[in-house]
């Protein structure tokens, strides 16, 4: 069951919405001042809002905006100004819809269901999410194979970022040189492992603060090494 924010100050218009889109089937919620509204939106879950222009302590502007720059979740934007400058306003802020005051139920719920049908076909479709590492300030993208520490973007050759790849989703277990070579390399070491220390040594380069004392990527003497978490 698709769960809906109404944001309206006007309780009668927001009892009103209320009843007619949970008798289509929608769990619906209200609030009628615009700075606890933007928090329940902000900080729970819900599949699409239905949000007033003119309401007390923030407007409808700017909650659009704060919602948008978090979150994709539909927004229908409702208004008893008709001008032109606030709906585009509205809609360039990443409204979704905007309707002007008076309309029918019927219109909002129809409305409401194009944009969550909409909605859903697009997050059914899109990009799958990246898989991401994210440990103490580092971040891995094992998609887009991208590396950062502390919001600094470093760049990686490929087998640097395998090994780092491959030690940071194995945490706190030690692998011998002999192992992250032939997991790396895909070839038996032959006494070749001495690569696998010269990509340990660029990695700590450019994630580690202190080399010398690595926070991540920890040597265990006479054995190998072992990512810390």
């Known amino acids: 069951m698709s769960k809906i924010l109404i944001i309206e100050d006007e309780e009668a218009i927001a009892d009103l919405e209320k009843d007619y889109l949970e008798l289509s089937g929608f769990e619906v919620e209200t609030e009628n001042r615009g700075d606890v509204g933007l928090k ?38 409702v208004s008893a100004k008709k001008d032109d400058i606030d709906k585009i306003r509205g809609l360039g802020l990443g409204a979704d819809d905007y309707m002007t005051k008076p309309f029918s139920p019927s219109e909002l719920v129809a409305r409401v269901k194009a944009h969550l049908a909409r909605y859903e076909r697009l997050i059914g479709t899109g990009v ?85 004392k690595p926070q991540y990527i920890e040597t265990i003497w006479g054995v190998g090494y072992r990512f810390k978490v």
């Open 40 to 77: 329940r939106a902000l900080e729970e879950d819900y599949d699409l809002f239905i949000l007033d222009l003119m309401l007390p302590e923030v407007d409808g502007f700017e909650i659009c905006r704060e919602i948008r720059n978090q979150k994709n979740t539909p927004i229908i934007m």
């Open 128 to 212: 799958q999410e990246n898989d991401i590492i994210e440990i103490r300030g580092l971040k891995i993208d094992k998609t887009a194979r991208r590396v950062w520490i502390n919001g600094e973007e470093k760049n990686f050759t490929t087998k640097e970022f395998d090994l780092l790849a491959f030690l940071a989703q194995n945490p706190n277990r030690v692998f011998t040189k002999d192992e992250l070579f032939k997991e790396i390399w895909d070839m038996e070491s032959i006494g070749d492992i001495a690569t696998v220390t010269v990509h340990i040594k660029k990695i700590r380069e450019k994630i580690e603060f202190n080399t010398a």
